[in-house]
T-cell receptor, first 112, second 111 residues
Framework: DADVTQTPRNRITKTGKRIMLECSQT?????MYWYRQDPGLGLQLIYY???????NKGEISDGYSVSRQAQAKFSLSLESAIPNQTALYFC???????????FGPGTRLTVL | EDQVTQSPEALRLQEGESSSLNCSYT??????LFWYRQDPGKGPEFLFT???AGEEKEKERLKATLTKKESFLHITAPKPEDSATYLC????????????FGKGTHLIIQP
C-alpha cells in the first residue's frame, strides 16, 4: 500500500547542512502531520497542517520548518541539521471528520 | 498535558499463550484512543480507534477495550507473526490536533 510515500527513505548528512524530507499522499486527505521517533521514546509531533493555507507547530518544532505545497504534498526542512536530530521521521495523514491517522513508511535520518 | 503510559515495555510469550497489553492515559477530554502496530523500520499501522468507555473492537486475534482511565489490547492465541511493537495514542480536545503516543510494548511471540 503506497498511499503515503516518503522520500528519501534513508539519508546521511553532516552537521550544518540543510535537508528536506518530502511526503506525498494519494488518499485525498486534507490533514497532514510530521512526527519524529527516537529509540525508546514515543512519536513526537513536529508540525501539522489542515490545508494548504494552514500550518501549526507541534510540541517539538524548534529547528524545523514545513511547507504545504499542495493538498497532497507536505515537506519538512531542517535548516541547519544537528546530531540530535538523528531520528526516524514519519509523515501521517487524516481525513476530515476523524482523528485517525495513517502513516507513511518513514525516513531514517542520520546527522553526523 | 496529555500523557500515555504503556506496560509492560516488553513481553515475551509462547505461541498460543494469550495475554494483555495495558495503556493508561490522562487527557483533558478524550476524543479518541488509538492502537497501532509497528514492525521494525516501518511506519505505524492503524489497528483500532476507541471513542468511549465500554467500547470494544476486534480484529482477528486482537481485541481492544476502553475504560475511563485505560485501554487494554488483548491478544488471543498469538502467532509468531503477531510479534511487533504495539503503540497506544490519544487525541484530546485540550491540545494540538496531533496524537500523543506512549512508548509502546515490544511483543515477541516464540514458536
Amino acid at each position: 500500500d503506497a498511499d503515503v510515500t516518503q522520500t528519501p527513505r534513508n539519508r546521511i548528512t553532516k552537521t550544518g547542512k540543510r535537508i528536506m524530507l518530502e511526503c506525498s499522499q494519494t488518499k485525498g486527505h486534507d490533514r497532514m502531520y510530521w512526527y519524529r521517533q527516537d529509540p525508546g521514546l514515543g512519536l513526537q509531533l513536529i508540525y501539522y497542517s489542515f490545508d494548504v493555507k494552514d500550518i501549526n507547530k507541534g510540541e517539538i518544532s524548534d529547528g524545523y520548518s514545513v511547507s504545504r505545497q499542495a493538498q497532497a504534498k507536505f515537506s519538512l526542512s531542517l535548516e541547519s541539521a544537528i546530531p540530535n536530530q538523528t531520528a526516524l521521521y514519519f509523515c501521517a495523514t487524516s481525513p476530515w471528520g476523524t482523528d485517525t491517522q495513517y502513516f507513511g513508511p518513514g525516513t531514517r535520518l542520520t546527522v553526523l | 498535558e496529555d500523557q500515555v503510559t504503556q506496560s509492560p515495555e516488553a513481553l515475551r510469550l509462547q505461541e498460543g499463550e494469550s495475554s494483555s497489553l495495558n495503556c493508561s492515559y490522562t487527557v483533558s477530554g478524550l476524543r479518541g484512543l488509538f492502537w497501532y502496530r509497528q514492525d521494525p523500520g516501518k511506519g505505524p499501522e492503524f489497528l483500532f480507534t476507541l471513542y468511549s468507555a465500554g467500547e470494544e473492537k476486534e480484529k482477528e486475534r486482537l481485541k481492544a477495550t476502553l475504560t475511563k482511565k485505560e485501554s487494554f489490547l488483548h491478544i488471543t492465541a498469538p502467532k509468531p507473526e503477531d510479534s511487533a511493537t504495539y503503540l497506544c495514542a490519544v487525541c484530546s480536545g485540550g491540545g494540538a490536533d496531533g496524537l500523543t503516543f506512549g512508548k509502546g510494548t515490544h511483543l515477541i511471540i516464540q514458536p
